[in-house]
């Protein structure tokens, strides 16, 4: 168990909705990272978030957005949803944002637009 | 970002050493060496991580080329739960982002 915790596990949705997909980091971690893996792409970072700003961003789709609350907790919302979407997410904390950090990983969301 | 090769596949048994290289040639001085692995249906996880010296944990060891072009993570003894996929990352001194390449599909034989 890493101490991060994502919900919901699972999610079935259409294509054109939106769903918000939730990230609970490690007590004390001030880093939140979001990334998405899907079968043809790997796993692509997508965004990072530090105390509450967000500090970079990969190849996150503008129908996509994300933030992070003074409770660190963070959500990432999905919209306008297409089967291309569908993909595991993954969040990961880490205290800080140095090169020698560590990045704990969440179980995952497994979404499935239909 | 620098970029780090790794072999596709490897096999081990169980119970013996196992020896993952990446090659990382263009690895800038400050960059740090870090490795992770996904277990099936899991989120990846932490295994070791460096930047000039060998490095070891209870998981594994890092041996890291003097020049800093490729390294080596070591499993002492291989278990059927080491099965996974290892990913060799390198992550510059002002951190952010992980750049996940292929990684190594290690699998475990009994």
């Known amino acids: 168990d890493s101490g991060v915790t994502q919900t919901p596990k699972h999610l079935i949705t259409a294509t054109g909705q939106r769903v918000t997909l939730r990230c609970s980091p490690r007590?004390?971690?001030?880093?939140v990272y979001w990334y998405q893996q899907s079968l043809d792409q790997g796993l692509q970072f997508l965004i990072h978030?530090?105390?509450?700003?967000?500090?970079a961003k990969g190849n996150i789709l503008e129908r996509f957005s994300a933030q992070q609350f003074p409770d660190l907790h963070s959500e990432l919302n999905l919209s306008s949803l297409e089967l291309g979407d569908s993909a595991l997410y993954f969040c990961?904390?880490?205290?800080?944002?140095?090169?020698?950090?560590?990045?704990?990983f969440g179980p995952g969301t497994r979404l499935l637009v239909l | 970002d620098a970029k780090t090769t790794q072999p596709n596949s490897m096999e081990s048994n169980e119970e013996e050493p196992v020896h993952l290289p990446c090659n990382h040639s263009?690895?800038?001085?400050?960059?740090?060496i870090h490795w992770y692995r996904q277990l099936p249906s899991q989120g990846p996880e932490y295994v070791i991580h460096g930047l000039t010296s060998n490095v070891n944990n209870r998981m594994a060891s890092l041996a890291i080329a003097e020049d800093r072009k490729s390294s080596t993570l070591i499993l002492h003894r291989a278990t059927l739960r080491d099965a996974a996929v290892y990913y060799c990352?390198?992550?510059?001194?002002?951190?952010?982002?992980?750049?996940f390449g292929q990684g190594t599909e290690l699998s475990v034989k009994p």
């Open positions: 263009t690895i800038s001085g400050t960059d740090y």
């Open positions: 978030y530090y105390n509450g700003e967000e500090r």
């Open positions: 990961a904390s880490s205290v800080g944002v140095g090169g020698g950090e560590t990045q704990y």
């Open positions: 990352i390198l992550r510059s001194n002002q951190g952010g982002k992980l750049i």
């Open positions: 007590s004390g971690d001030l880093s």
